[in-house]
């Protein structure tokens, strides 16, 4: 008994070490290559399909809204990706409002061909700088549309500023495209720059839900996640029959004829 009371009595003594956590700045990085103009399986109030572009933009707002309510501190700001990153609203802000005002003027472009991302974290590491210098860390969340093109960067290994998360909706294999290389070379970029924890998904499915689910798991703060492997949420709700030796000894069976 001694021996359980003396580790009983040292794990009382446990303390969690203090730690901060920082307020976000989140840079939304949306690719209008002519592929986010592809339809997904799902339509709107007036029967026109809605594209992966439109469904990029509610998914954000759904996001925007919900982080918000865990911490209005939070910070957004907008960029395109074509061939090279342009800034959308420049001006990281806690207002839905001016995310609603930037998609106003986001459109698709005519063609983008390659994807070249090191422009995207040289902007990165520079606003990352800027919200250390306030205490806050930067995050930037890419939306990759391309299922035949392999963004490319060239980006030193050292250099960790921000933390990446992306969200790639591709089209299913076939002889044109090459998703599962692209996803590889999403999935380089991401290793080679993220500070904290990045999270990638995918989906070729073209189903909004899915879309929103991996907008739902990436409100995860950076400074609070565990590695992507052990991510298993959401929970399926798949109603599981209770075995059958659990079942009350004056129950009646229903019979299903």
Same mark, same amino acid.
């Given at each position: 008994m001694?021996?359980?009371?003396?580790?009983?009595?040292?794990?009382?003594?446990?303390?969690?070490?203090?730690?901060r956590i920082?307020?976000?700045?989140?840079?939304?990085c949306?690719d209008?290559?002519p592929?986010?103009?592809?339809?997904?399986?799902?339509?709107?109030?007036?029967?026109?399909?809605?594209?992966?572009?439109?469904?990029i933009?509610? %998914?954000?707002?759904?996001?925007?809204?919900?982080?918000?309510?865990?911490?209005?501190e939070?910070?957004?700001?907008?960029?395109?990706?074509?061939?090279?990153?342009?800034?959308?609203r420049?001006? =990281?802000s806690?207002?839905?409002?001016?995310a609603?005002?930037?998609?106003?003027?986001?459109? %698709?472009?005519?063609?983008?061909g390659q994807?070249?991302?090191t422009?995207?974290?040289?902007?990165? %590491?520079?606003?990352?700088?800027?919200?250390?210098?306030?205490?806050?860390?930067?995050?930037?969340?890419? =939306?990759?549309?391309?299922s035949?093109?392999?963004?490319?960067?060239q980006?030193?290994?050292?250099?960790?500023?921000?933390?990446?998360?992306?969200?790639?909706?591709?089209?299913?294999?076939?002889?044109d495209?090459?998703?599962?290389?692209?996803?590889?070379?999403?999935?380089?970029?991401?290793?080679?720059?993220?500070?904290?924890?990045?999270y990638?998904?995918?989906?070729?499915?073209?189903?909004?839900?899915?879309?929103f689910?991996?907008?739902c798991?990436?409100l %995860?703060?950076?400074?609070?996640?565990c590695?992507?492997?052990y991510?298993?949420?959401?929970?399926?709700?798949?109603?599981?029959?209770?075995?059958?030796?659990?079942?009350?000894?004056?129950?009646?069976?229903?019979?299903?004829?």
């Amino acid at each position: 008994m001694e021996g359980i009371e003396g580790e009983s009595s040292a794990a009382s003594n446990y303390t969690l070490r203090p730690s901060r956590i920082s307020n976000e700045d989140i840079l939304f990085c949306i690719d209008v290559d002519p592929e986010s103009l592809i339809e997904m399986k799902v339509s709107g109030p007036n029967g026109r399909p809605f594209t992966r572009l439109d469904s990029i933009k509610q %998914a954000i707002l759904l996001f925007i809204n919900a982080k918000l309510t865990i911490n209005p501190e939070h910070r957004y700001a907008f960029a395109t990706l074509g061939k090279s990153p342009s800034w959308l609203r420049k001006e =990281f802000s806690s207002e839905v409002e001016s995310a609603i005002e930037a998609f106003r003027g986001l459109s %698709a472009t005519q063609s983008s061909g390659q994807a070249d991302l090191t422009n995207l974290f040289r902007v990165a %590491a520079h606003e990352a700088k800027r919200s250390r210098a306030q205490n806050r860390i930067l995050r930037v969340i890419l =939306f990759y549309c391309r299922s035949s093109v392999r963004p490319q960067h060239q980006w030193p290994v050292n250099q960790k500023f921000f933390t990446m998360d992306v969200i790639y909706l591709h089209d299913k294999p076939g002889p044109d495209n090459c998703p599962q290389e692209v996803y590889d070379s999403l999935v380089d970029a991401l290793d080679h720059v993220s500070e904290y924890e990045g999270y990638i998904f995918e989906s070729g499915q073209g189903l909004q839900r899915v879309l929103f689910k991996y907008m739902c798991i990436l409100l %995860a703060h950076p400074q609070q996640r565990c590695p992507q492997e052990y991510v298993d949420i959401p929970k399926s709700l798949t109603k599981k029959s209770p075995p059958t030796d659990a079942m009350p000894e004056d129950s009646v069976p229903i019979s299903s004829q």
